[in-house]
């Protein structure tokens, strides 16, 4: 039995105190797409060694650590399993796919990837995503966090009624 | 101590995750609702922590508990922030999760999240690859750390009340947007 979702405003407050703990516990907010760049830096790091001589994105990451026991990665782990013990307490697991009622499920695949793929090269050139910029940069008032998280949902709500015919 | 660290990176990941789910965030045609007026649960969950997080890390700097200047505030750097925004943007309403939204999502077992998450691993790989073509842009407009009070030269108090101002005044927005439709 599926069980409704929580209250947005108390589901917000309590993810302003899983920040808030972030901050204090580690001086660093929350994050997610820094995982990502962690993971590609392990791949390059495997599959095309030379490019961390030259390439100075990935070089920075590698510099940082081992990136499969990145910090970010583990958090991001950690967000996966945290949804999945939500998701499974409240009915709410299951394999699906998930998307707009008109949609083939193959669409909907194409354009989840499509989406995370261009979410990807905007979280590079902006040095973070909704979680590490919006959210965490948001809170502590960085000019760059708040450009970034106007000019997404700017982006978002122009672009909205072109892509309809996904969520209907 | 790096295992206490990763640990706490976990606890965090554990605590974050649990949270975008119970909000319904690991949801993509909810949370896609926001961008059609349909669903306020992105904007009231996001302005919400945005606001509870800069709250309390106001008042326990002010109680001197906690050391603002040791906090790791990312630089600016106007121009590709504002275009990775514009493209983040555009992924955002394709895909109807985020980064860490579609993390939550796998976690719930949906196969779109995991779609997201194979996509974004792809944007960022390629991006990195091209790193040497974009870097003049990725590296320019560079302010370093500029927080809103030192840009508009007002105290920190004071930027901190229009910001929960303004989320309250959103917030109630909302609620008469919602009982009117």
Redo the contacts between chains.
């Keep these: 039995m599926q069980r409704p979702y929580a209250d947005p405003y108390v589901a917000g407050f309590g993810l302003g105190l899983v920040l808030l703990a972030a901050f204090v516990l580690t001086g660093q907010g929350l994050g997610a797409s820094g995982a990502f760049a962690n993971v590609a830096t392990g791949l390059v790091a495997e599959f095309r060694p030379a490019e961390l001589a030259t390439n100075r994105y990935f070089a920075k990451y590698a510099a940082s650590g081992a990136p499969w026991t990145a910090w970010m990665v583990i958090e991001v782990v950690g967000i996966v399993a945290g949804a999945a013990v939500s998701a499974a307490l409240f009915g709410r697991f299951r394999f699906a796919v998930n998307g707009g009622p008109s949609v083939s499920q193959a669409s909907r695949l194409t354009t989840a990837v499509a989406g995370g793929v261009a979410m990807g090269v905007g979280a590079v050139l902006a040095r973070g995503c909704t979680s590490g910029q919006a959210l965490s940069g948001g809170a502590l008032l960085s000019l760059g966090s708040w450009i970034f998280m106007l000019a997404a949902f700017a982006a978002a709500f122009g672009v909205a009624p072109l892509a309809r015919r996904l969520w209907r | 101590m790096l295992t206490d660290?990763?640990f706490?990176?976990?606890?965090?990941?554990?605590?974050?995750?649990?949270?975008?789910?119970?909000?319904?965030l690991?949801?993509?045609?909810?949370l896609?609702?926001q961008?059609?007026l349909r669903d306020?649960?992105v904007l009231?969950?996001?302005?919400?922590?945005?606001?509870?997080?800069?709250l309390?890390?106001f008042w326990?700097g002010r109680f001197g508990l906690?050391d603002f200047s040791?906090?790791?505030?990312?630089?600016?750097?106007?121009a590709?922030?504002?275009?990775?925004?514009?493209?983040?943007?555009?992924?955002?309403?394709?895909?109807?999760?985020?980064?860490?939204?579609?993390?939550?999502?796998?976690?719930?077992?949906?196969?779109?999240?995991m779609?997201?998450?194979?996509?974004?691993?792809?944007?960022?790989?390629?991006?990195?690859?091209a790193?040497?073509l974009?870097?003049p842009?990725?590296e320019s407009t560079a302010?370093g750390?500029?927080?809103?009070?030192?840009?508009l030269d007002a105290p920190?108090g004071m930027?901190?009340g229009i910001?929960t101002a303004t989320a309250l005044l959103t917030?109630h927005w909302i609620g008469r947007f919602e009982t009117r439709s």
């Design positions: 660290s990763l706490i990176a976990f606890i965090l990941g554990v605590a974050f995750g649990f949270v975008l789910e119970q909000a319904g690991a949801d993509a045609p909810k896609a609702g961008f059609y306020f649960a009231k969950v996001m302005f919400s922590a945005i606001v509870t997080a800069m309390g890390v326990l906690i040791a906090l790791y505030v990312p630089e600016t750097f106007l590709p922030q504002a275009i990775g925004g514009v493209i983040f943007g555009l992924g955002f309403v394709i895909c109807g999760l985020c980064p860490g939204t579609g993390c939550a999502a796998t976690g719930a077992g949906r196969i779109d999240g779609a997201t998450v194979g996509g974004l691993l792809l944007g960022v790989l390629l991006t990195g690859l790193f040497p974009i870097e842009f990725y302010l750390v500029r927080t809103l009070p030192q840009l920190y930027i901190v910001v917030f």
